[in-house]
C-alpha cells in the first residue's frame, strides 16, 4: 500500500484527490497538510498536521497542488527529510523552479504544469508540428475559470516552449503574451500565448499554426477536474519506484 500525503487538499484539484484515492487499488492518504484547518470532515484516520516534518514523515509520495509559496516551503523542508514528489502546481517563479532542480537531485520529482494524457500527447503534436510546418506563425490561446490565479496557464506556457523546441528558438526571446496599441506587424518568430478568464471554464488550450491560405488548429478541452487528480494519482504510482531526478508526465506516460 503506497501511503499518499495531499499537500493543497483544500483547492479545487486536492479534494478531488481525497476522493479518487478512496477508490484507488494499493494506494491510501495517510496525511494531510494544513496552514490553518480544513474546513470540511475527512476519515479520522488520515493525518492532519500543521507540520511539515510530521506531513513528510507520514507518507511514501507527496501529492501537492497548492500556491507557488506553499511548494516552495515543500521544496525546501524536503531537502531534509527526501520523498518522491508529484508536482502540479503552477506559476513557480525562476527561484522556485530552480530550487525544484536542485531538490531533484535528492529525491524523485515528476513536475507537471498538466496532469493530463491529452495535454501530454499535445505537446509532442505541437514539438512535431512546429517542426514540420515551418513558416506558420503560431498562436496560443487558453481559456480557464475566473478564479484562476497566475496567467497565462502553466499548461499554455509548456506548449509554448514546446512550439519553440520543435524550431529551435529560445521561448525566453520570441514569447509574446498580450498586445495592445501601435505595435507594429507580426515578428516572424514570434509565439503568442493569450489568457482568457471567465465562468467555471476547467480549462481549454488551443495551438493554432497560420499560413497564407490554410491553417491548422490544436485543442484540448478539459470537462472535468478529476483528469488532473487521475493523472496525480497515475504519477505517483510510477513515481514510487524511481530514483532521484527530475520526470515528467511524459516520462510517466512514456511518450518521450
Not at 484539484?13 to 496525511?31: A, Q, R, Y
Request: hydrophobic share 40%; with cysteine; net charge negative.
Amino acid at each position: 500500500m503506497i501511503k499518499i500525503g495531499v499537500f493543497g487538499a483544500s483547492g479545487r484539484v486536492g479534494k478531488l484527490l481525497l476522493e479518487d484515492l478512496k477508490v484507488t487499488p494499493d494506494m491510501s492518504v495517510s496525511t494531510v497538510y494544513v496552514r490553518n484547518e480544513l474546513d470540511f470532515s475527512i476519515d479520522p484516520s488520515i493525518l492532519i498536521t500543521t507540520d511539515m516534518k510530521s506531513f513528510l514523515n507520514s507518507c511514501d509520495v507527496v501529492v501537492d497542488f497548492s500556491l507557488p509559496d506553499a511548494c516552495e516551503t515543500l521544496l525546501e523542508t524536503a531537502m531534509d527529510i527526501p520523498k518522491p514528489l508529484v508536482i502540479g502546481t503552477t506559476g513557480l517563479n525562476t527561484y522556485q523552479l530552480n530550487l525544484l532542480q536542485d531538490a531533484s537531485k535528492v529525491m524523485p520529482i515528476l513536475y507537471a504544469t498538466n496532469m493530463s494524457l491529452g495535454v501530454a500527447l499535445l505537446n509532442k503534436l505541437v514539438y512535431q508540428a512546429s517542426s514540420a510546418l515551418e513558416g506558420f506563425d503560431i498562436e496560443i490561446v487558453e481559456m480557464h475559470h475566473k478564479h484562476k490565479k497566475d496567467a497565462p496557464s502553466g499548461t499554455a506556457l509548456t506548449l509554448s516552449e514546446s512550439a519553440a523546441a520543435g524550431r529551435n528558438l529560445d521561448i525566453n526571446k520570441v514569447r509574446v503574451s498580450g498586445r495592445d496599441g501601435n505595435i507594429g506587424e507580426r515578428t516572424k518568430d514570434e509565439i503568442a500565448v493569450m489568457a482568457l478568464r471567465g465562468g467555471d471554464i476547467v480549462g481549454r488550450h488551443t495551438v493554432g499554426f497560420y499560413n497564407d491560405g490554410e491553417f491548422i488548429e490544436l485543442n484540448h478541452t478539459a470537462t472535468s477536474r478529476n483528469t488532473f487528480s487521475k493523472g496525480a494519482i497515475r504519477a505517483a504510482s510510477w513515481l514510487s519506484k524511481k530514483e532521484s531526478g527530475l520526470y515528467s508526465i511524459s516520462d510517466c506516460l512514456e511518450l518521450n
